[in-house]
């Protein structure tokens, strides 16, 4: 089984860490990796120690924002490489943050970059909807934070971190983009899963489903017997909707929402903290991706994990995510809480956006959609990359880049000039 996570493709982001070609970045640390991602600083708060309480239930609903995390006060060495232990607490309760993160494909000047200076920032138990047109830089960006980037791939900047608290177990950080081999073969599974984007067609043909359950039990689960895991392996698949009699079947021989709801069951096996999906429903028909949608809001709120949920389809995530974040030539560029960006996009690509997709749900409007199309990321146009397809570009759009700031407070983030208080901003994005 390949889809969820894949032993060969993490040792090969390995090797790409640790064996880049010269050359590969301007940073003073080596080649590879920027001298961010090699160490954890020597400093940490006097809290460092302190041990983490259990999940408080509930909490606010936003998810995304890099700025109210204290960045210096996050780690401090320890024994395993990448990992540290847990500063107090934060009002956010991150449980999976990316930073300042840049990728590229290739090296030099001719690198393609494919991720600029992402933030993100997921809440425990909440789900981040992560949205922007194909060839946007979603999927990248999922590889280069969770160590599947495949060479030509290299993360040329930021950090990735998770902030582990299982039950029983002292809470710690874990620099995903620093840990060792052995770090990641420990939280893969069990701490963080991934479903990658073409994970419907991931599963051993030659294999059967029970297989498939019984792989990653047996080597997460060393202290569980062959009944345990059979039994557990059937509680999985009827958690997802599916009879346990199909357990015997090979992939062939279920439908491709059936296979989906299969990689969805792996994902959760282990119960990881974060669970990150890559466009899991898009290649499924719409009652079909109604359903597993469904089923993963039920099963987040039973099991309490955080998701990732990446998508072209942002209706889909107004539906599904608590907060969202809308992604353009490889830079994040509006995020806020689902329902204010579904009443009041500040972007003109979000607002673009959400006339391209009709409403699961509520009255029906006229669709428009965007002019034109996205720029090729080897040749992204000089100032603002969405310009050409801008109904409000203005003179310093060609020239100057818009950064990600802060509109209504911390909950809603735009990169538009239109919101830099010196222009009228047109009644649509101005709510
Ligand atoms: N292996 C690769 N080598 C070179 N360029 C790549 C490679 N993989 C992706 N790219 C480029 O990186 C950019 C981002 O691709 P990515 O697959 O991350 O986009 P995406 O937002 O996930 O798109 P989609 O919605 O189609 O899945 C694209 O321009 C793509 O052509
Ligand atoms: S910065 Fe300019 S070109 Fe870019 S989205 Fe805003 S108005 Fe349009
Ligand atoms: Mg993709």
Redesign the pocket.
Known sequence: MTGVWDDDVVEAADVRASSAPAGITETQDGPGMPAALETVPETAPETALETVPEPVPGGPALAVSSRGRDKGAVVTPSERPGEALLPAPSEDDAVFEICDLSIDYGLGPGALHAVRHADLMLRRGRVLGLAGESGSGKSTLVYGATRLLRQPGVVSGGSVRLYSRRRGEEGRVVDLLAASERELRRIRWSEISVVLQSALNALNPVSTIESEFDDVLKAHRREMSRKTRRERAAELLTMVGINADRLRDHPHELSGGQRQRVMIALALALEPQVVIMDEPTTALDVVTQREIIEELIGLRDRLGFAMLFITHDLSLLIELADEIAVMYAGRIVERAGASTLYRSPR???THGLLNSFPPMHGETRRMTGIPGSPPDLAAVPAG?A??PR?L???E??GTEA?ALVPLDGEEHEA????HSGDVAVPGELAR
């Open positions: 972007h003109p690509y603002c969405f310009r801008c409000y570009a203005m310093r759009c818009p990169a538009c000039f239109l």
